[in-house]
């Protein structure tokens, strides 16, 4: 007779895995709220679709850094140890989160760019059209139309919105939490797919030059697209190393045969292409520019910072956690690659004319300075880190904020060089908060990017890594000249003819202003966050 008969079972029952929804609720918030984003977009009326996503955005994230405030001090893993929540965990996602608001500020302008004027007649087929000297944002109106077309111009005449760029940033947000939090590797590459999909469709939404938009945005796809498959292919040789995917098993495979690692070596330099592709390190830098140059400027700023702030919490834990005992074999391939990052972005810098490419290589070498706080390999060194990634981060979206404040007659941003010149006799408080921004970056004394740049080093230095540290200086060195450059544009050079116009919208201000004054303050009284990074230098296995 069969067993059938008797009731017994196929197979065994599969217990059901714990979930600290506690320890989770920074990153359930945003999602829950990009949930009820998407249905906002679905169901709410066009005319207060704009004001309710803004609204909405604001609050789930902030509700999300009280949720990561509420949690510091845990030391924990969740999820059966799939999510780490330590001390770096917290202090990274209340970074990316502080950046988000900022980025979502950012992206909800419409005072940056000409007023709309009311019309009527084909073509006019919404609300929004009856809205009389309403301004618009800085995403196209329809992105699916072709650039130039006739609906593409209707979507321009009826005034539409394109709203979906909220609940496309909330679940880029999402991912970004989780990226830095992942304690295997099949939630980073989960958390890396996240934050990845809604970037790649955000890069090409700009509402001016929508062909250079698309074309940056179909480069970030076809490359990330590669960048996840070395990711993943990497992420199956570490399981056939160590027979699990968890980080500490990783280590304790790895501890227990030290002398057979070779498919760990090569998961990886795997792994490592993943990552730094998100990070920005020479080889694999050649998306930023035009990425960063094609993409709207709120999402180029928000990416910017976001991005590389949990790619590289992605790294360092990876490296902390699951490869420690094979340092002495990536510390010497990382070191090469943080010096070709730091020359290459330092020199290809010099050569640019378009501030938003300058800004772009700027931050490929800044990656390669970060590079260095990972290459020291000790506590320094991951205090050094958190705390470059906050002053880098806030520093970042002010400078591509305060470069939308530009325009020319058109409306449209003036990002040539050219353009800038004599603008500190036009806007003096403009070009100074743009000076202090790039001396920031250049590491000058006083300001939040002197003090990232000598806690790396002096990291690197602890970490016998002192050629590192020489050849850091010297590509500060070469930075700070096309830094000075366009100081030098700005206040001593006569204006072109057609200069361009300096706007105020309230909320870009607002963005600058918290950029410079948080660039100052961590240059000046810099010990607090210190200490405060000091104190979250805990990763958890």
């Known amino acids: 007779m069969s067993s059938l008969a008797y009731g017994t079972p196929l197979a065994a029952a599969i217990p059901a895995p714990s979930i600290e929804y506690g320890y989770l609720s920074p990153m359930l918030i945003v999602f829950g709220v990009a949930v009820l984003s998407v249905l906002v977009e679905a169901f709410a009326g066009r005319r207060f679709r704009f004001g309710g996503q803004v609204l909405l955005s604001l609050a789930g994230l902030i509700a999300a850094l009280v949720a990561v405030v509420r949690l510091a001090g845990t030391e924990a893993t969740a999820v059966v140890g799939a999510v780490a929540i330590d001390g770096v965990t917290l202090f990274l996602q209340g970074t990316i989160l502080v950046v988000s608001i900022l980025g979502v500020l950012f ?252 800004l772009a290589y700027s931050s490929v070498a800044h990656a390669g300075f970060i590079m260095t706080g990972l290459i020291a390999a000790n506590d320094k060194g991951v205090s050094a880190i958190l705390f470059y990634l906050v002053a880098y981060g806030v520093g970042t979206v002010g400078a591509f904020a305060l470069v939308s404040l530009v325009r020319d007659a058109s409306g449209d941003e003036a990002s040539s060089l050219s353009q800038w010149a004599g603008l500190g006799r036009r806007s003096p408080w403009l070009a100074s908060v743009f000076a202090l921004f790039l001396l920031s970056f250049a590491g000058l004394p006083l300001t939040s990017g002197f003090v990232s740049k000598f806690a790396v080093f002096e990291a690197a230095a602890a970490g016998d890594a002192t050629p590192l540290v020489i050849v850091g200086v010297i590509c500060s060195a070469i930075a700070a000249f096309f830094y000075i450059r366009v100081i030098v544009l700005m206040f001593f050079t006569d204006p072109p003819t057609d200069a361009p116009v300096v706007v105020n919208p309230f909320l870009t201000t607002t963005v600058v202003a918290f950029g410079a004054g948080v660039t100052i303050v961590l240059g000046v009284f810099p010990q607090i966050l210190l200490d405060l990074a000091d104190r979250a230098s805990t990763l958890v296995r």
């Open 107 to 358: 992206m909800a302008e419409r005072g940056a760019e000409p007023k709309a004027t009311a019309r009527s007649g084909p073509g006019t087929w919404s609300l929004a059209a009856a809205t009389l000297g309403r301004g618009v944002d800085a995403f196209t109106p329809q992105a699916s139309s072709v650039p130039g077309s006739a609906s593409e111009k209707a979507a321009l005449r009826a005034g539409i919105a394109t709203t979906e760029v909220f609940p496309l940033t909330l679940l880029a947000v999402g991912g970004l939490l989780l990226f830095p939090a992942s304690n295997d590797l099949l939630t980073m590459f989960v958390a890396l797919e996240v934050l990845s999909l809604p970037l790649y469709l955000l890069c090409g939404l700009a509402r001016r030059k929508r062909l250079l938009s698309q074309e940056a945005a179909l480069k970030y796809f076809l490359l990330g697209a590669f960048s996840s498959a070395f990711f993943l292919y990497g992420v199956a040789l570490l399981y056939g190393q160590a027979g699990t995917v968890k980080l500490a098993g990783i280590a304790d495979a790895i501890a227990a045969h030290p002398d057979n690692a070779m498919l760990a070596l090569l998961g990886v330099a795997l792994l490592a292409v993943g990552l730094l592709f998100k990070i920005g390190t020479v080889p694999f830098q050649s998306w930023v520019p035009d990425v960063y140059q094609g993409a709207p400027t709120p999402v180029t700023a928000f990416m910017a910072a976001a991005t590389k702030i949990a790619a590289v919490g992605a790294l360092l834990r990876v490296l902390q956690v699951a490869v420690p005992g094979l340092k002495d074999d990536w510390r010497p391939v990382l070191a090469a690659i943080a010096i070709a990052t730091m020359a290459v972005g330092a020199i290809m810098a010099i050569t640019q004319t378009d501030v938003k490419r300058m």
